[in-house]
T-cell receptor, first 115, second 119 residues
C-alpha cells in the first residue's frame, strides 16, 4: 500500500520569502509523485510530477521539487513567494498498475502569504 | 481546448434521496477517475474507468455508490439513499492512455467538482 504524509497543515510565509512544503511518501514500488494546487472552489491543477527521470523536477509558476529516495521525500519549494501562491497544496503518489494511475493524496497544506 | 467538466456544480438534496453526478472528460481521454474530497477524509479515490469498463471500484464506500461510463466518454456517479456523511466535493479526472507492451496512463486533469450537500 502507498501513502503520503504532508507535514504542516498550515504554512505561512512572507511575500518574497522561500516556500517549503514537505512531503514524505511510502511505496512498495518505485513511485510516481505529484504536487497539485487547489485554489478556492476550483479543481486540482498539476504543478509538477516525478516519473523516475530527473530527480529535480521543475513545474509551473516557479515551483520545483526534488525526489530523494534515501529520505523518501518529495518536498516542494519556490525561491520567492508571491501573493498569488496562496492556495492549498496536495502531494500525491500514483498506483501505477497497468494504466490505473489512481492517486493517493496527502492531507494537504494550506499556504498563506503574508504581505 | 475544453477541460473536464462536471455538472451540477452544486447539489443540495434531502437525506434518503438519490443523486446523479455527471462528468464529461477531455475528448480522447480513455482513463477516467472519480475522487471525493471531504473535511473528514481528505481526498480519496472512488473508482477508475478504462474505456467503459471499471477495473477498479475499490474506493466506493458502500453499495449505495455506483458509476457507469458510456461511449468511452461521459460518466455518471450515482448515490442512492443519500446520507449526511455523503456530503463532500466529488471530483472527476481524466487522462490519456497509450497501449504498447503495457498500458500507460498520463497525468490526470481534474474538473471543478460537484459540491454535494445532504440535509
Amino acid at each position: 500500500a502507498q501513502s503520503v504524509t504532508q507535514l504542516g497543515s498550515h504554512v505561512s510565509v512572507s511575500e518574497g520569502a522561500l516556500v517549503l512544503l514537505r512531503c514524505n511518501y511510502s511505496s512498495s514500488v518505485p513511485p510516481y509523485l505529484f504536487w497539485y494546487v487547489q485554489y478556492p472552489n476550483q479543481g486540482l491543477q498539476l504543478l509538477l510530477k516525478y516519473t523516475s527521470a530527473a530527480t529535480l523536477v521543475k513545474g509551473i509558476n516557479g515551483f520545483e521539487a526534488e525526489f530523494k529516495k534515501s529520505e523518501t521525500s518529495f518536498h516542494l519549494t519556490k525561491p520567492s513567494a508571491h501573493m498569488s501562491d496562496a492556495a492549498e497544496y496536495f502531494c500525491a503518489v500514483s498506483e501505477r498498475n497497468f494504466g490505473n494511475e489512481k492517486l493517493t493524496f496527502g492531507t494537504g497544506t494550506r499556504l498563506t502569504i503574508i504581505p | 481546448g475544453a477541460g473536464v467538466s462536471q455538472s451540477p456544480s452544486n447539489k443540495v438534496t434531502e437525506k434518503g434521496k438519490d443523486v446523479e453526478l455527471r462528468c464529461d472528460p477531455i475528448s480522447g481521454h480513455t482513463a477516467l477517475y472519480w475522487y471525493r474530497q471531504s473535511l473528514g477524509q481528505g481526498l480519496e479515490f472512488l473508482i477508475y474507468f478504462q474505456g467503459n469498463s471499471a477495473p477498479d471500484k475499490s474506493g466506493l464506500p458502500s453499495d449505495r455508490f455506483s458509476a457507469e461510463r458510456t461511449g468511452g466518454s461521459v460518466s455518471t456517479l450515482t448515490i442512492q439513499r443519500t446520507q449526511q456523511e455523503d456530503s463532500a466535493v466529488y471530483l472527476c479526472a481524466s487522462s490519456k492512455t497509450t497501449s504498447g507492451r503495457y498500458l500507460t496512463s498520463y497525468e490526470q486533469y481534474f474538473g471543478p467538482g460537484t459540491r454535494l450537500t445532504v440535509t
